[in-house]
């Protein structure tokens, strides 16, 4: 059997990859696998480290390889039925909380959850908030169930689209999402790890701003008066989304950029 330095140098791939599998399949954390380098590895987890290293030279995201990723300081559990946890959601969250305040009482709804990392997060970082969470694909909502009972966080799940499955008399103090708003011939979708995702959480199969449209226009009759919008958006999508937003009605409608700079999160505020 090879030593486990030997394991790491084994495949063509990327060294921080190799060590994220090896520490998955050998249990062992990162400076125990640096004293443990020279020690041979038991053939199980050698076996078992080289299907996944061979699932990931054929493309495989390592999220879903280790059935996990970090989203906010928290381990989220994903599979290849939802959207990996991208860094700058992390933005939405932070401007819901900031909006809506994260000590008061409040009324959320996340729409498209996935993995739930929306409103799992919004739950735990302010937990006078009664989360609900909604999601179409009755997969997805598996996965964010099983993250919310996790977590320990309180969220109502709801499968349907959008604001449908909604019981039609709540009312929110603000709507949070981060829908498919890739264009659907965006060449993204036909390269990396976006390949293995859910395409139906990547695509509106239209122009990337459908589901955005959809929201927007259907949000206010469910927003209390001085209730947020949030959503998250394509780096080209702020001019758009502002003027839905807009046209929906709210106000102190703005764009907030993501660490690169780039135009990530619109916001507007119901009357
Ligand atoms: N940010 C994702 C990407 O660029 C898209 C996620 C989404 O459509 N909501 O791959």
Known sequence: MPTLNEALRHFLLPRLEARLLLAHVSGLSHAAMVS???DPLPEAQWQAY???????LAGEPVAYLLGRREFYGRDFAVSPAVLIPRPETEHLVEAALDKVGRTRQARVVDLGTGSGIIACTLALEAPQ????????SPAALVVAQANAANLGAAVQFY????????????????IVSNPPYIEQHDHHLDEGDVRFEPRMALTDEHDGLACLRAIAAGAPERLLPGGWLLVEHGYDQGAACRALFVAAGLQQVATLPDLAGNDR??????P
């Not at 009664?130 to 999601?135: E, G, P, R, S, T």
Request: charged share 10%; no cysteine.
């Open 36 to 38: 443990a380098g020279a």
């Open 50 to 56: 080289a299907a996944l290293a061979a699932r990931r």
């Open 129 to 136: 908030w009664q989360l609900a969470a909604v999601d179409l």
């Open 159 to 174: 499968h349907g689209s959008w604001l449908a499955p909604l019981p039609p008399a709540l009312r929110f103090d603000a």
């Open 265 to 270: 999160v619109t916001l507007g505020q119901q």
